[in-house]
Structure formats: structure tokens, C-alpha cells
């Protein structure tokens, strides 16, 4: 079973340019995850979408960052404009059915790496 | 603030000890996950105790979850250097006025295992 898929990797951009983040979830799984992850933290749950729609963007600073999820399948998350602070991994996952409840688990693609400079 | 605190932050072995690695958190759970994360890698899920459970075995992990206390510790056995990793605690709290489940992570505690 393949499993997520996030591009780019890796990424360095200027503070107040713009970057986008692209995340193929596991054939079939409902539910896709963006997490932030700051270098020596835990990650944090920026947005939660089931299917094509957002169930928890309550820490997404939506000044800045934007996310879509097409068709229920791959979605990008979107920086625009970058702050230094934004320098993290963004970690995408997805899971079936509604979410890590029971037997349900999360998977998680390999990262994608942000310095903003 | 993050839901679960892991303790300690850092720990530091010889092979074939034993590791313990804590961690508390702040409201009810439906269950209590372990992911393991290598430098510069995703993270992987170890094992899930549900909370109506109080110990669970895997291969070499333990975890118990003491509920009243708002507590859990992960235990690996017999530790190799390859065992070297950070783990994170994760708990599942039910949003039932959303009709979904939320995972939400401790800080971690960055384990290395010496030859």
C-alpha cells in the first residue's frame, strides 16, 4: 500500500514570499491532517478536513495560511505571506473513516521542510 | 497549549537498558497513542490504549494508562541503538458538536541509545 505522499521536501523562501505544499492522502481514506511541526515541539494541528470539507481550522492562522482539499483526495497547503516563525515541517496524514478513534490510524507522509529566511 | 506533556524531554541510555518515557495530559481521551519519529522522518504510529485499558504489550513496548490520573508511560524493553528517536504521546479527544476525533500531541521526549 503506498503510502502519503507530500511535496516538495524541501523548501527556502525569503520572508513574505509565498509557498505552496502538496499532500496525496492513502487511496480511500477520508480524512487528511496538516500538522506544524517546530523544530524540538510536538506537531500541532493546523486543519482537519473530512472528505472535501474542513471539520477544525481552529489553529490555522488564516490570515496567512490557506488549504483546499479537491475532490476529497490530494490537497495543498498554501503560505502566503511567509514570517520566520513559519519555519517548521509541515507533516500531512490522513486516516479512515472519521479519525483516529478505535483501530482507526493515522498515517503520516515524510514532511515537508520550510525555512524561511 | 498542547494536551499532552511528555517527561523527560531527553533521555539518554546504554543498549540492553530499559527506557521509560511519561507523559500527562489535561481532559478526558477516548484513547492515548505512542508515534515514534526519526530524525528528520514522518512519524509512526507504536500502539493505541484505549481508555478503558489499562496495559497494553507490543513486541517490546508497554504502555499503561492510569486515567484517574490523567497519565500514561511507554516502556521499551531491552533498548538497541536503532531504537534512537524522539516519541511523542497523542490523545484522541472526541468532538462530539463536530461529529469528529482529534489527535493532539505532546512535546516528545528524544530518546538515544548508546552501543
Known amino acids: 500500500e503506498a503510502g502519503v505522499a507530500q511535496s516538495p521536501r524541501y523548501k527556502i523562501i525569503e520572508k513574505r514570499q509565498s509557498v505552496a505544499f502538496w499532500c496525496n492522502p492513502i487511496?480511500?481514506?477520508?480524512?487528511l491532517y496538516w500538522y506544524q511541526q517546530i523544530l524540538g515541539q510536538g506537531p500541532k494541528l493546523l486543519i482537519q478536513?473530512?472528505?472535501?470539507?474542513?471539520?477544525?481550522d481552529s489553529q490555522l492562522p488564516k490570515d496567512r495560511f490557506s488549504a483546499e482539499r479537491l475532490k476529497g483526495v490530494d490537497s495543498t497547503l498554501k503560505i502566503q505571506p511567509a514570517k520566520l516563525e513559519d519555519s517548521a515541517v509541515y507533516l500531512c496524514?490522513?486516516?479512515?473513516?472519521?479519525?483516529?478513534?478505535?483501530?482507526?490510524?493515522?498515517?503520516f507522509g515524510e514532511g515537508s521542510w520550510l525555512t524561511v529566511v | 497549549s498542547q494536551q499532552g506533556e511528555e517527561d523527560p524531554q531527553a533521555l539518554s541510555i546504554q543498549e540492553g537498558e530499559n527506557a521509560t518515557m511519561n507523559c500527562s495530559y489535561k481532559?478526558?481521551?477516548?484513547?492515548l497513542q505512542w508515534y515514534r519519529q526519526n530524525s528528520g522522518r514522518g512519524l509512526v504510529h507504536l500502539i493505541l490504549?484505549?481508555?478503558?485499558?489499562r496495559e497494553k504489550h507490543s513486541g517490546r513496548l508497554r504502555v499503561t494508562l492510569d486515567t484517574s490520573k490523567k497519565s500514561s508511560s511507554l516502556l521499551i524493553t531491552a533498548s538497541r541503538a536503532a531504537d534512537t528517536a524522539s516519541y511523542f504521546c497523542?490523545?484522541?479527544?472526541?468532538?462530539?458538536?463536530?461529529?469528529?476525533?482529534?489527535?493532539?500531541f505532546g512535546a516528545g521526549t528524544r530518546l538515544a541509545v548508546h552501543p
Open positions: 496524514a490522513s486516516s479512515q473513516i472519521k479519525g483516529p478513534v478505535g483501530g482507526n490510524t493515522i498515517y
Open positions: 487511496s480511500g481514506h477520508a480524512t
Open positions: 478536513f473530512q472528505n472535501n470539507g474542513v471539520v477544525d
Open positions: 481532559t478526558s481521551i477516548n484513547n
Open positions: 490504549i484505549r481508555s478503558n485499558e
Open positions: 497523542a490523545t484522541v479527544l472526541n468532538m462530539f458538536s463536530g461529529g469528529y476525533n482529534k489527535l493532539i
